[in-house]
């Protein structure tokens, strides 16, 4: 089933122009439809020497608010206007100002959301909550990466499997991509030891299901020797030369994860390539 509901979560000018140059070639692609969704932050009510809110500094910082998604917004149209989509600007407000939040209801009716990786040289408030997608949405997120190349071919697709849940979810809700990849390689670490005994951990029996599809795939194991799993995915990323990697999301538990890191935050924060994510 082809993409056909896009949700853009677009923070800020730091994210939109990445977001965007992966959205609107896909929602082309698939002759979907392209949601922008922004979320603005709602004014606190500071209070004045005499303890009454202060009127003033509410009025400019919803002024200031209103100008910047407004300026978002025109951008957004700019952008979308030759592309000859469908598509709707969704303007928001929330406590938090995070769109990834407010996007949260547009996602879940969407086959699909794209929001940026976390730019660590940007403002914190300059990338959305991308968690909050992960976690709440249902629905698979496509992280753009903040450097490198802003791709939506994605011709060499590496599929990072574990046998998990997640890992399944995740690989099969990118078939609309691995379907037209040129080539998907299934990627194991630690393959148990009796492939036969236990093939679904192995990758080969969701290869051949993906293979039923059309999907052009191989299985490829590598053992860890020390290494860390991000660090493995993203040396065979490299030696591939992967566009895009498709990865189950907090596989493991979210609060070890949490608390003394994992892939999934390797991909929130650094990973060199787009990534699929589901949950």
């Given at each position: 089933?082809?993409?056909?509901?896009?949700?853009?979560?677009?923070?800020?000018?730091?994210?939109?122009?990445?977001?965007?140059?992966?959205?609107?070639?896909?929602?082309?692609?698939?002759q979907?439809?392209?949601?922008?969704?922004?979320?603005?932050?709602?004014?606190?009510?500071?209070?004045?020497?005499?303890?009454?809110?202060?009127t003033?500094?509410?009025?400019?910082?919803?002024?200031?608010?209103?100008?910047?998604?407004?300026?978002?917004?025109?951008?957004?149209?700019?952008?979308?206007?030759?592309?000859?989509?469908?598509?709707?600007?969704r303007?928001?407000?929330?406590?938090?100002?995070?769109?990834?939040?407010?996007?949260?209801?547009?996602?879940?009716?969407?086959?699909?959301?794209?929001?940026?990786?976390?730019?660590?040289?940007?403002?914190?408030?300059?990338?959305?909550d991308?968690?909050?997608?992960l976690?709440?949405?249902?629905?698979?997120?496509?992280?753009?990466?903040?450097?490198?190349?802003?791709?939506?071919?994605?011709?060499?697709?590496?599929?990072?499997?574990?046998?998990?849940?997640?890992?399944?979810?995740?690989?099969?809700?990118?078939?609309?991509?691995?379907?037209?990849?040129?080539?998907?390689?299934?990627?194991?670490?630690?393959?148990?030891?009796?492939?036969?005994?236990?093939?679904?951990?192995?990758?080969?029996?969701?290869?051949?299901?993906?293979?039923?599809?059309?999907?052009?795939?191989?299985?490829?194991?590598?053992?860890?020797?020390?290494?860390?799993i991000?660090?493995?995915?993203?040396?065979?990323?490299?030696?591939?030369?992967?566009?895009?990697?498709?990865?189950g999301?907090?596989?493991?538990?979210?609060?070890?994860?949490?608390?003394?890191?994992?892939?999934?935050?390797?991909?929130?924060?650094?990973?060199?390539?787009?990534?699929?994510?589901?949950?």
């Amino acid at each position: 089933m082809p993409f056909k509901t896009i949700v853009a979560i677009i923070q800020s000018k730091d994210d939109a122009e990445r977001v965007l140059d992966c959205a609107i070639p896909l929602t082309t692609r698939f002759q979907g439809h392209l949601i922008g969704v922004h979320a603005e932050a709602l004014p606190v009510a500071y209070t004045s020497a005499v303890g009454f809110p202060d009127t003033e500094f509410l009025q400019a910082t919803a002024e200031v608010n209103k100008e910047r998604a407004e300026a978002l917004q025109a951008d957004f149209r700019r952008r979308i206007r030759d592309a000859n989509v469908s598509y709707e600007w969704r303007s928001l407000e929330c406590f938090s100002g995070d769109s990834a939040h407010s996007g949260i209801a547009s996602a879940r009716c969407a086959d699909l959301a794209i929001a940026a990786q976390r730019n660590p040289h940007a403002d914190s408030t300059a990338t959305a909550d991308v968690d909050a997608l992960l976690f709440e949405s249902g629905r698979p997120v496509l992280i753009v990466p903040h450097a490198g190349p802003s791709l939506s071919s994605y011709r060499n697709v590496l599929i990072a499997w574990n046998g998990s849940r997640e890992a399944a979810r995740a690989a099969f809700d990118a078939l609309p991509l691995l379907m037209e990849a040129d080539h998907v390689e299934v990627f194991v670490i630690d393959p148990p030891e009796d492939a036969e005994y236990d093939s679904e951990a192995s990758g080969e029996e969701i290869a051949t299901a993906l293979a039923r599809h059309g999907v052009n795939i191989n299985v490829a194991a590598e053992t860890s020797n020390g290494r860390s799993i991000d660090q493995i995915l993203q040396q065979r990323i490299a030696a591939r030369g992967a566009d895009l990697l498709v990865l189950g999301a907090y596989s493991h538990s979210w609060l070890r994860q949490l608390l003394f890191g994992g892939v999934t935050r390797t991909v929130l924060q650094s990973m060199p390539v787009a990534t699929f994510m589901s949950r």
